[in-house]
């Protein structure tokens, strides 16, 4: 199985800061990367996908980049609504698998 | 508009079994592969089981293969899961996800979820 690992694993920010998240795959997985936001005791949000297209009505705020092992999410301006978990996942090979999760605080 | 609507989860006994369902409308069900994730109590996304958009094809994690079946009627847009055997590392929440292009394997919409309990 592919092993995605995210960091950090939790972050404090604050509003109108910029926030970058990494993740990191166990071996290459070209750019089929997704990006999921999660706000407590709600379903999963599709924010990106092929590692760096937006998903529709996604803010473009939300930006992705890498390709290979080594992925970047990053919020340009972190507001409110924006504190959340965010997950990784590869689905370049069976089974899909996602990262731990980095979970946006605020500061 | 994309909706996806669990229900099926329970408080159930360890060995015991249930069966989730997932109700799909606002998309052609047909043209879509469909998956199960789960998220057990303060812990991350596990990918569960897929099925194709006939369901002639299925592939499920490791860690159910043998316990859980995942199908689908496409004459009612409805999406299931027979778990069989459930033991207590089971416990979670578990999402019905739309694939995000059709046969993709990442997720493009979910639903609220529905929790199951594998307790005595």
């Known amino acids: 199985d592919i092993q995605m690992t995210q960091s950090p694993s939790s972050l404090s920010a604050s509003v109108g800061d910029r926030v970058t998240i990494t993740c990191r795959a166990s071996q290459g997985i070209s750019n089929y990367l997704a990006w999921f936001q999660q706000k407590p005791g709600k379903a999963p949000k599709s924010l990106i996908y092929a590692a760096s297209s937006l998903q529709s009505g996604v803010p473009s705020k939300f930006s992705g980049s890498g390709s290979g092992t080594d992925f970047t999410l990053t919020i340009s301006s972190l507001q409110p609504e924006d504190f959340a978990t965010y997950y990784c996942?590869?689905?370049?090979?069976?089974?899909?698998?996602f990262g731990q999760g980095t979970k946006v605080e605020i500061k | 508009e994309v909706q996806l609507v669990e229900s099926g989860g329970d408080l159930v006994q360890p060995g015991g079994s249930l069966r989730l369902s997932c109700a799909a409308s606002?998309?052609?069900?047909?043209?879509?592969?469909m998956h199960w994730v789960r998220q057990a109590p303060g812990k991350g996304l596990v990918w569960v089981s897929r099925?194709?958009?006939?369901?002639?094809?299925?592939s499920y994690a490791d860690s159910v293969k043998g316990r859980f079946t995942i199908s689908r009627d496409n004459a009612k847009n409805t999406l299931y899961l027979q778990m069989n055997g459930l033991r207590a590392e089971d416990t979670a929440v578990y999402y019905c996800a739309r694939d995000w292009r059709g046969a993709t394997s990442t997720f493009g919409y979910w639903g609220q979820g529905t929790l199951v309990t594998v307790s005595s």
């Open positions: 996942q590869q689905y370049k090979s069976y089974p899909p698998t």
């Open positions: 099925i194709n958009s006939d369901g002639s094809d299925t």
């Open positions: 606002g998309f052609t069900f047909t043209n879509y592969w």
